[in-house]
């Protein structure tokens, strides 16, 4: 079993911190599913926590229902990461993540994210800062390295171990690939052989198979699994299942139609009918994931673009999906009477 200091984390299969995706309402949805041993919130700045900007504060919020969660962080002055992670506890999150990770110019350009992993004596002192602020957890996700001319990952997850880390999570690029090529997983089998704390594998993990091979290759204890959730919310379920040994069973289209409703209930509920831009596009985002694959979702995806409230996108999903029912339940039948006919 995984265990991240004192918490379990049952199945291991860790939903990834994704800006712009895992937020509360997308965190709990997912959640709903099964599968999810543990999930990780968006990055959050931790100069906007420390400052009281508000989007960050958001952010960070948490829900009373989704137990173990970690809030991950970002940032580069020891002082100001230790501030966060202590406001990252009082708002009840599980374990505070250090992002060594992101790659995009705006974080590493203010030199955080996988721009630490250029310094590893600031990211020490940045491990140290934060776990004497907090009494839950620390870990780290981090990349591979900057570029693979210095793939130091074992390095700086060793550091991380030193200061009183719990548990890494190594996403298997490096800052310079980008999303290109494909995720080494044995090469995170190099910080399983530099650390004794529990280890994520992560990158290009979107089933079982790939479920399986990735934690052979790393010797990883558990997965982080990201982009997969996008085309297939179910791949934490899916693979959860086959590590556990069950079968998986596929959602049916009634049961993917009641888990966006139950979503649309909630965005309601935290937005009020009327949503602003941001959220409207988050709407329309996970609509998408759910009906990915599905006859018809070019259709509604043409047609979700209209959507300006809650309600019109409830309606829509109301529409497509009965629609889509009615159609599967037809060819189901036309399937039986061919059957039929040929015995
Ligand atoms: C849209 C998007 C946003 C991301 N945001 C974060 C983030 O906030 N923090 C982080 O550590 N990694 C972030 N990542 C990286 C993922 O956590 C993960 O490491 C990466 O996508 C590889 O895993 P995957 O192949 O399972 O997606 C993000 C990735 C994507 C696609």
Not at 141 to 155: F, I, S
Request: proline share 4%.
């Amino acid at each position: 079993m995984l265990q991240i200091a004192q918490i379990p984390v049952e199945p291991r299969v860790v939903l990834a911190p994704m800006e712009g995706v895992t937020d509360r309402a997308f965190r709990t949805l997912i959640r709903s599913l099964g599968g999810v041993g543990l999930a990780v919130t968006e990055f959050v700045s931790s100069e906007g926590l420390t400052r009281e900007v508000e989007s960050a504060w958001r952010m960070a919020e948490l829900d009373p229902d989704e137990h173990p969660v970690s809030i991950q962080i970002y940032g580069r002055d020891p002082a100001r990461m230790a501030q966060a992670a202590r406001h990252c506890e009082s708002l009840g999150a599980d374990i505070v993540d250090i992002n060594l990770g992101c790659p995009s110019k705006r974080v590493t350009s203010g030199c955080s994210g996988s721009a630490l992993m250029k310094e590893p004596e600031l990211a020490r002192d940045i491990f140290h800062a934060v776990r004497d602020a907090i009494t839950v957890p620390m870990t780290v996700k981090m990349r591979l390295g900057w570029c693979d001319a210095n793939l130091n990952a074992p390095e700086i997850a060793a550091r991380a171990e030193e200061a009183g880390a719990s548990m890494v999570a190594v996403h298997g690029r490096t800052r310079n690939q980008g999303y290109k090529g494909s995720a080494r997983w044995d090469e995170v089998g190099a910080v399983r052989r530099a650390v004794s704390i529990p280890l994520l594998v992560n990158g290009d993990i979107v089933d079982p198979a790939t479920a399986r091979a990735a934690l052979a290759a790393s010797g990883a204890d558990g997965v982080m699994v990201g982009r997969a959730v996008m085309h297939d919310p179910w791949a934490l379920r899916r693979i959860a299942d086959d590590v556990a040994g069950v079968p998986f069973r596929e959602p049916t289209l009634e049961e993917r139609h009641a888990v966006l409703q139950a979503y649309l209930d909630r965005v309601t509920t935290e937005h009020g009918g009327e949503v602003d831009r941001r959220t409207a596009g988050k709407v329309k985002q996970v609509i998408a994931y759910f009906t990915k694959h599905l006859h018809n979702c070019r259709a509604l995806r043409h047609e979700i673009n209209r959507i300006r409230t809650v309600d019109d996108a409830r309606r829509l999903v109301e529409a497509f999906f009965r629609a889509t029912i009615a159609e599967d339940r037809e060819a189901t039948l036309q399937l039986h009477e061919l059957v039929a006919a040929r015995a």
